[in-house]
């Protein structure tokens, strides 16, 4: 099964603290929307078990923003406490595991993921997640479509256009 968008966002975070950076959560968010499209894109397998919904900011993955609402807009310096499966992050136990369980493939993809994006603003980031003939503003259609789950055929299809201009 996938990783949550937590536990994915954790990897981002255990590689950024290892390089001595971290990320405020509208980058975590970014990040792991590129590294599931990334995935999808490679493998046609999800990286991530929750869906992207179409916010105003752009993707989101709620599950990921109900983890990371004590950071606010601050940098997000400490691994997030995955709870129970009731998703309730009010609570400290951290009874899920803390790690992605990924494959070799797609611990790859994630590391690849925060080697060519991890070092760019959020403004760059905003035009693959969220620019102009994104899935993303297809979904939120000028927020008709808030809240709405951005598909993965409508990813996975955006980031196979990426890759064959990349060559």
């Known amino acids: ?4 968008s937590p536990q994915i966002a954790n990897e981002l975070i255990r590689l950024a603290s290892a390089d001595g950076r971290a990320f405020d959560q509208m980058k975590l968010q970014e990040l792991v929307y590129i590294a599931h499209g990334w995935c999808l894109a490679i493998t046609g397998e999800p990286l991530t078990g929750d869906r992207p919904e179409a916010f105003e900011h752009g993707p989101e993955y709620r599950r990921l923003a109900d983890a990371l609402v004590r950071w606010g807009v601050d ?11 009731t998703g309730d ?12 369980e990924l494959d070799d ?3 790859g993809i994630l590391e690849r993921v925060y080697t060519d994006y991890g070092g760019l603003p959020t403004s760059q980031l905003a035009m693959v997640t969220r620019g102009q ?5 297809h ?26 201009q990349l060559g």
């Open 89 to 100: 992050y009010s609570k400290t136990d951290a009874t899920l595991p803390q790690g992605a």
């Open 1 to 4: 099964m996938p990783a949550w």
């Open 105 to 107: 493939r797609e611990q």
């Open 133 to 137: 003939g994104t899935p993303w503003e």
């Open 139 to 164: 979904v939120f259609a000028n927020g008709a479509g808030r809240r709405r789950d951005i598909p993965h055929a409508l990813i996975k299809a955006q980031f196979a256009k990426i890759a064959s």
């Open 75 to 85: 940098p997000v310096t400490s691994e997030i406490l995955l709870p129970e499966a």
